[in-house]
């Protein structure tokens, strides 16, 4: 057992204890002073009702009369719950209420975990539309496959508000910003590297589709689910083709040497492996990282157990190694996107998170790493660098003005204090609370 896989078991024993002392990890707090009884007739009746007929009136006054424009709504069924899969909805919740402190402390961002009793698409879907109205924004998650597309793609459509699923836009920004890096440190180039996709769930199917669209062919990709590598041979996607609509595109586009097997024959010849399949560990053995080519980089981004530990890894010959962990190096992880991306979109009052927006945001993470000094054991900046993240939002919120899909118009610097100001006014708070022993 590596000293790895041993401080994985204490932090499993550590956060249960401390998951029970605080009764979760977030909680609703006023935002608006209260220095006397009489302040309860402003923010209150009979005060509020002049807040509410100024809505009526205009409903864009929302964004200026109540918290909404700061608000997002962390949506999930709880059918694809990390690398633990279908666990349910209150067993989801404490994840959604991670996310919510995540959103909170990395993005001055309040949001609301919601993990509701409906699993079909429909159902789903037309619980999402209810509760636009309350937020500014929605973050679906955790929703397994192939139903998780369907709804992300439906709601895009027409929805008033950003809609974003983190566990395929969210994982895909970081790790085009993380592969980026990682390439440039060991001398090679995007269109030129052999890629193993293992697992096809939300994540590599995401990361499928934008490798393709940075120019990567298809060809050189493999992928590989829990049955086996994909190739036009799968009977069994191809008796489902109505339903995996996603895997059989992917049976037919890639894999060109027809290549059959499992994790170890996706593996052999590949200079990068992408891994978001099962809670690990040893899902990959080390000797499939040794058939690898050689400067391999290994992303194994099972939650919360990595699909084999780095220090394994890196003795079976691999360049570099990332996980989805934060106790380990090179996080590649959508922690460091989601509360960058929220809180561009919500600075301009975004309608939408184009496709375009998540390429700025990998180009703006990329880039701020590189200007602070990359190293195969630092391809990205931690989750709690708050610069990152206001460069994050600027970037986005500079090309959904470009877009059109802004309803303000701030510039670069405007941007950056404003992201700056919203996280160190949280991190203040949550410092105040804590020395004052509330935490």
Request: hydrophobic share 45%; charged share 20%; proline share 5%.
């Amino acid at each position: 057992m590596t000293s790895e896989v041993r401080s994985a078991k204490i932090t499993d024993e550590i956060a249960i204890e401390r998951h029970r002392a605080c009764r979760g990890k977030v909680q609703m707090m006023p935002k608006c002073p209260l220095t006397s009884f009489d302040d309860f007739a402003v923010w209150y009746t009979p005060g509020v009702a002049a807040a509410s007929r100024a809505i009526a009136a205009n409903r864009d006054l929302a964004y200026e009369l109540t918290n909404r424009g700061n608000t997002v709504a962390i949506v999930s069924d709880g059918s694809r719950v990390l690398g633990l899969g279908n666990i349910g909805a209150e067993a989801a919740l404490p994840v959604m209420e991670g996310k919510a402190l995540l959103f909170k402390y990395l993005g001055g961002i309040d949001a609301v975990p919601i993990c509701i009793d409906a699993h079909e698409p429909d159902a789903i879907i037309a619980c999402v539309r209810a509760l636009a109205p309350s937020f500014g924004g929605v973050n679906l998650e955790d929703i397994a496959t192939p139903k998780c597309f369907r709804i992300l793609d439906t709601l895009r459509a027409d929805f008033p508000i950003p809609i974003w699923h983190d566990d395929q836009q969210g994982t895909a920004t970081v790790v085009l910003a993380g592969l980026f890096n990682a390439l440039e440190l060991v001398g090679k180039r995007l269109q030129d590297v052999r890629i193993a996709l293992i697992g096809i769930g939300a994540a590599n199917m995401a990361n499928y589709r934008l490798l393709k669209s940075e120019g990567v062919d298809p060809r050189a990709i493999i992928a590989c689910d829990s049955i086996g590598t994909l190739h036009p041979g799968r009977i069994d996607i191809e008796s489902r083709a109505e339903s995996l609509v996603e895997k059989r595109q992917i049976c037919r586009e890639t894999n060109s040497d027809g290549i059959v097997g499992g994790i170890a024959e996706a593996l052999r010849g590949a200079d990068v492996c992408l891994a978001f399949s099962r809670s690990g560990p040893n899902i990959i053995p080390p000797a499939a990282i040794q058939a690898m080519a050689k400067d391999a980089i290994v992303f194994a981004c099972a939650n919360p157990v990595p699909e084999i530990f780095p220090d394994l890894a890196r003795a079976a010959g691999a360049a570099i190694v990332a996980t989805g962990r934060s106790d380990l190096p090179n996080q590649v992880n959508n922690s460091l996107a989601f509360p960058g991306v929220f809180r561009g979109v919500l600075d301009v009052r975004a309608t939408a998170i184009s496709d375009r927006m998540a390429r700025a945001a990998a180009d703006a993470l990329a880039g701020y790493a590189r200007a602070k000094g990359i190293a195969r054991d630092a391809i990205l900046p931690r989750t709690d660098d708050m610069i990152a993240a206001a460069t994050v939002a600027a970037a986005v919120a500079l090309e959904a003005q470009a877009e059109g899909l802004a309803r303000t118009s701030l510039g670069r610097d405007e941007l950056m204090a404003a992201a700056l100001a919203r996280i160190k006014s949280s991190r203040r708070a949550h410092d105040v609370l804590r020395a004052e022993g509330v935490l």
